[in-house]
C-alpha cells in the first residue's frame, strides 16, 4: 500500500493521507538554521545545534503522535467552523489534502468547504530564519470571510533543561512585541545576546501567553481563542512564552491571498544588545531589515528559486540514468539530498533523535563524507578539520561533539577503537575528491587544546599508531569499549539496570579482540599509505603497508572460521561469530567489510565469505546483522544481547552495513548479486509496501526488523543513519562503479548482466564528465574511449588543455 508517489521532475515526494503510519519527515535549512518538518506540519526548529539552541518546543513520544509544530488555522467566520489546512493540529476533515517534501522546502495544504490553502515552508540560503507562505484561495462563489492564525511554541534554548527544569523556567520566559512582531527574549536580560522572532505580513491579533492562546486544559487541536475568533495580544511573563498571529482573510469568488510569516533567530553584538543602550528593551535595528525583506512575498518567492537552483546544482554534480528507476531516483534526489542531511545533523535531531542525547559523531560524521565530500567540498573540507580537532593526544577520539561548541562531548564516552579509523578514510574520500592535498599540512589541535597544533597528517599518522598500541592476544586490535556496532559491548559486564553500555566498562580490555576492526585497519592502512606514496613519503608507505600485511596474516591465522570471517573474541579469549557457537555464529561487519577491503580475494576466502552471508544473513528485506539471533542476555556481550531478537544490532537488518555486502561482491565481480543486495533495501524499491515498511519511502531508515521479529521487514529510525552515505557510495562508486581516486576519476562498473547500460554527468575537479557505459558482454572488463580516443587502464585523465567537458565512453565485455 502507498501513502503519496514520486513527482521526480520536480524532486518533490506527494504524500496524499496525512495519517501516514509514521510521521514522514523532511529536513529544511542546509547551512545553520535548521528545522524538522513533518508531512502535517508537526517539528521544530534550532540554530546549529539542536539541543543548546532550539527555538521551538515539540513533544516527543507524544500522544497523538507528532505534536508541537508550525501550525495553521483557518476559520470561518460565518460557520464558525475552523480546521487546520495541514490537518494537524486539528484533525479536522479534509478534501485534496497533500504534502509536498521537496529539496529543502515541503508545502502541505488541502481545501475544506470551497477554501483551497496551502502553506509553503523553506529557510532562505544564508539567513537564519524560515518563511512560511500561507496562500489561501476561495474557490466558493460567494465571498469568504475567514480569519487565519498560525501559531508556535517557543523552547527556551536549551532542550534538555526545558524538558526537565520547570521549577526555573516557569518564571524565567519573557517578550516584546512591537510593531506586530513577537521577539522571544528569555534569558536576554542576563547570558545570551540571541533572540527569536516570530513576524506575520498582516497582523491584526497576537499571543504570546500559551494559556491565554489554548484555554485552560485545552491542546492545540482546539485553542480558545481561534475557536472565539479573535487572539488575546497576552504579554507572556514566565510559563510558557508562545508566537500566535491572526490574520483577516476576506476573499471574494475565486480571489486569492498570500500572507507572509517569518520565524527567526539572531544574535546581537554583546556590547549593542539593548536599545537605548542601559534599557532592557531588545536592540533590533539589526533584525528589523531581515524581518522587511522576507514578510515581502516578491523576495520569498525570490528566496525559494535561489534555494531550487542551488539543490539543481549540487545534485548536478552527478546524476546517472539506468534501466532502473529506483536506483536513478535515489542516487539523482532522496539519497543525495538524505546525505546532506546526515553531513548537516550526523545522529543528533530526527523524529527519533531527540536532539539531545546526540551531538556529531566522530565515526559517523566521518563515514558521512562518503555520500556528501562529491556536493559542497569546501563544507567537508571544515567538517574533517573539526572532527580532527576533537580528536585525543593517544589518536582516540571522542565518541561525540556538539556542534554548537565544537568540543567533545564527555557525557557519551570513548574508548571506541574503530573511531580513529574512520577519519583516514574520512580525508581520503575529501583527497580524492578534490586533489587539495594543502588540507594535510592544516595545523589542528588535539582534544581543541590550544598549542597542540600538528597537521591533520599527523593525526591520520596517530589514528594508525593507536591500534598498533592496542593489539590483542592474538595480535588482532583490542575492542575497546566497542567497534562499529556500539552494541557488542566486551569489556562491559553491565549487571546493573539502566547502566548505559556506551560509557560503563568493568574491564581493563586487554583481551577482547576485534576481527572487524583488522579488516578496517588494513583498509584504512592501505589508504594511509597511498596518501604517503603520493607525498614522496616512500619510507613511511612501506611501514603502513608492512603493519597492514602483518595484520592480514593475523587475520588468516586467527581470524578466519573456515567458511567465513570471525567477528570478534570476547574477554575469555572465546570466538564470537563462529560455526562453533551456539548463538551468534556468523556476523555481517567483519565479512562485509573485509570483502569491501579486498582481503581473500585471492585465496577464496572472501568468495567464501560472501556465499556464506548470502546463505545465512540474506532476507528478502535485506542482510541482517548476524544469525542465530541471540535469544537471552549475555553479560559478556552487552547492549547486542539486551534486544529482543530481531531489532537492532541483535539480528536486524541494519541498512548501514548491508552496502559493505554489495562493495564486496562488486569486488568478486558479481553485478548482480550487488544491485539485488542493493534493491532490496532501497525505499523507493519499497515503497509499494508501505504498509509495512512504513517509514517514508524517499529515505532510508537505519534498521529494518530482522527475521526473527514478529514485525519481519518494518523498519524504523529513519533520516540519520550511516545508511544514506553508505549506500550512495556503494551504488555510485562501486556498482556503477564512476570512483574517486587519488589518481583521478576512474570508471569501473560492476553492474546486472541485463543491464543494456547507463549514462551519466559527473562533474568532478572543475570538469564535466559525460559518460556512456555499453555492455557488449556478460563480464566487468572495459574499454575505455575519452573523447573518441582510446586509453589504457580506467583512469581518465584530467584534460591537459584546460576542457571543461570530456566525454567518455566505455564498452564492458
Ligand atoms: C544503539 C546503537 C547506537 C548506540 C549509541 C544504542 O542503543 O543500539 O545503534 O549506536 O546506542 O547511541
Ligand atoms: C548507530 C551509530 O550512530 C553508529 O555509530 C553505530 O556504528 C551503529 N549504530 C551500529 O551500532
Avoid at 574508548?415 to 594535510?440: C, M, Q, R
Avoid at 562533474?763 to 574499454?783: K, L, Q, T, W
Amino acid at each position: 500500500m502507498k501513502f503519496g508517489y514520486f513527482d521526480d521532475k520536480k524532486r518533490e515526494y506527494v504524500i496524499t493521507q496525512p495519517d501516514t503510519p509514521l510521521p514522514w519527515i523532511n529536513y529544511l535549512g542546509c547551512e545553520a538554521y535548521f528545522g524538522i518538518i513533518s508531512n502535517t506540519a508537526g517539528g521544530y526548529s534550532f540554530y546549529r545545534d539542536a539541543r543548546l539552541r532550539r527555538l521551538t518546543r515539540y513533544r516527543y513520544n507524544n500522544v497523538p503522535l507528532d505534536f508541537g509544530g508550525r501550525y495553521v488555522y483557518l476559520r470561518d467566520n460565518e460557520s464558525k467552523e475552523f480546521w487546520s489546512p495541514s490537518w494537524q493540529p486539528t484533525r479536522h476533515d479534509l478534501e485534496d489534502y497533500t504534502c509536498r517534501h521537496g529539496m529543502g522546502y515541503s508545502v502541505i495544504g488541502s481545501s475544506y468547504d470551497g477554501i483551497e490553502a496551502h502553506t509553503r515552508y523553506f529557510v532562505p540560503l544564508g539567513e537564519n530564519l524560515e518563511i512560511w507562505q500561507l496562500t489561501v484561495t476561495n474557490r466558493r462563489e460567494t465571498k469568504a470571510t475567514l480569519s487565519g492564525f498560525a501559531s508556535i511554541e517557543f523552547c527556551l534554548w536549551d532542550a534538555q533543561d526545558d524538558a526537565t527544569n520547570f521549577q526555573r523556567n516557569f518564571n524565567t520566559g519573557q517578550v516584546e512585541v512591537e510593531d506586530g512582531v513577537i521577539y522571544h527574549k528569555t534569558e536576554y536580560r542576563e547570558r545570551r545576546n540571541h533572540f527569536a522572532y516570530f513576524a506575520c505580513s498582516e497582523p491584526v491579533g497576537f499571543d504570546t501567553q500559551r494559556e491565554a492562546f489554548l484555554g485552560r486544559y485545552r491542546g492545540w487541536d482546539k485553542p480558545e481563542t481561534v475557536e472565539a475568533g479573535a487572539l488575546s495580544n497576552s504579554i507572556a511573563h514566565g510559563w510558557s512564552p508562545i508566537g500566535a498571529h491572526q490574520v483577516s482573510l476576506e476573499l471574494g469568488p475565486g480571489e486569492t491571498k498570500q500572507i507572509v510569516f517569518v520565524l527567526g533567530y539572531h544574535e546581537n553584538p554583546v556590547e549593542d544588545k539593548f536599545d537605548p543602550a542601559g534599557s532592557q528593551t531588545i536592540n533590533k535595528k539589526t533584525v528589523k531589515p531581515t524581518i522587511a525583506k522576507y514578510l515581502n512575498g516578491v523576495e520569498a518567492d525570490a528566496a525559494v528559486e535561489k534555494l531550487r537552483l542551488y539543490w539543481e546544482q549540487t545534485l548536478g554534480v552527478f546524476q546517472v540514468n539506468t534501466p532502473d528507476i529506483h536506483t536513478n531516483r535515489m542516487v539523482n534526489i532522496w539519497n543525495a539530498y538524505q546525505c546532506m542531511a546526515t553531513f548537516n545533523m550526523s545522529r543528533s535531531a530526527s523524529f527519533y533523535e531527540s536532539g539531545i542525547g546526540r551531538g556529531l559523531g566522530f565515526r559517523d560524521s566521518n563515514q558521512d563524507l562518503l555520500g556528501f565530500v562529491h556536493m559542497v567540498p569546501s563544507r567537508a573540507r571544515e567538517r574533517i578539520l573539526d572532527l580532527a580537532a576533537t580528536q585525543l593526544p593517544t589518536g582516540g577520539a571522542y565518541h561525540q561533539y556538539q556542534p554548537l561548541t565544537k568540543r567533545g562531548n564527555n557525557d557519551i564516552g570513548g574508548g571506541f577503537n574503530d573511531d580513529p579509523h574512520w577519519l583516514i578514510i574520512g580525508v581520503n574520500a575529501y583527497l580524492k575528491e578534490t586533489g587539495d592535498w594543502s588540507i594535510l599540512d592544516e595545523p589542528v589541535q588535539y582534544d581543541n587544546e590550544p598549542g597542540s597544533e600538528q597537521p591533520l597528517y599527523e593525526h591520520l599518522q596517530r589514528s594508525f599508531n593507536y591500534t598498533l598500541s592496542r593489539l590483542g592476544p592474538h595480535g588482532l586490535p583490542l575492542i575497546g569499549r566497542a567497534d562499529w556496532n556500539d552494541c557488542l559491548n566486551l569489556n562491559c559486564f553491565s549487571d546493573t539496570p539502566g547502566q548505559s553500555f556506551q560509557t560503563t566498562t568493568n574491564k581493563d580490555g586487554k583481551v577482547a579482540e576485534s576481527v572487524f576492526i583488522a579488516g578496517l585497519f588494513v583498509y584504512a592502512g592501505r589508504e594511509l599509505a597511498a596518501i604517503a606514496k603520493m607525498r614522496g613519503l616512500e619510507t613511511e608507505a612501506s611501514r603502513y603497508i608492512g603493519e597492514t600485511e602483518k595484520m592480514l596474516a593475523v587475520i588468516n591465522e586467527h581470524g578466519w572460521d573456515g567458511e567465513w570471517f570471525l567477528r570478534a573474541y570476547d574477554d575469555f579469549g572465546r570466538k564470537i561469530g563462529s560455526k562453533d557457537c551456539e548463538e551468534g555464529k556468523i556476523f555481517i561487519e567483519s565479512n562485509g567489510f573485509c570483502a569491501l577491503a579486498g582481503i581473500g580475494l585471492e585465496d577464496g576466502k572472501a568468495a567464501s565469505a560472501m556465499d556464506a552471508v548470502g546463505k545465512h544473513l540474506a532476507t528478502k528485506h535485506g542482510i541482517v546483522v548476524q544469525q542465530p539471533a541471540y535469544s537471552k542476555y549475555y553479560l559478556e556481550l552487552g547492549e547486542i544481547s539486551s534486544y529482543p531478537p530481531g531489532y537492532k544490532e541483535n539480528a536486524g537488518i541494519f541498512c548501514h552495513v548491508n552496502p559493505w555486502v554489495m562493495i564486496g561482491e562488486t569486488r568478486l565481480g558479481h553485478g548482480d548479486a550487488a544491485h539485488d543486495y542493493y534493491s532490496r533495501i532501497n525505499p523507493s524499491a519499497r515503497e509499494e509496501i508501505g504498509d509495512l515498511h512504513r517509514c517514508e519511502p524517499y529515505v532510508y531508515a537505519q534498521m529494518i526488523a530482522g527475521k526473527d521479529a514478529p514485525t519481519f521487514g518494518e523498519a524504523k529510525n529513519s533520516w540519520l543513519t550511516g545508511t544514506a552515505a553508505w549506500n550512495y557510495y556503494a551504488i555510485v562508486q562501486w556498482i556503477l562503479g564512476i570512483r574517486t581516486s587519488l589518481d583521478g576519476l576512474e570508471i569501473a562498473p560492476v553492474i546486472p548482466k541485463n543491464w543494456p547500460g547507463f549514462t551519466a554527468t559527473r562533474r568532478f575537479r572543475d570538469v564535466v564528465y559525460e559518460i556512456a557505459i555499453e555492455r557488449r558482454g556478460d563480464g566487468n572488463s572495459i574499454a575505455l574511449t575519452v573523447d573518441g580516443e582510446a586509453i589504457e587502464g580506467n583512469v581518465v585523465p584530467t584534460p591537459a588543455d584546460g576542457r571543461k567537458t570530456v566525454t567518455v565512453k566505455g564498452i564492458l565485455s
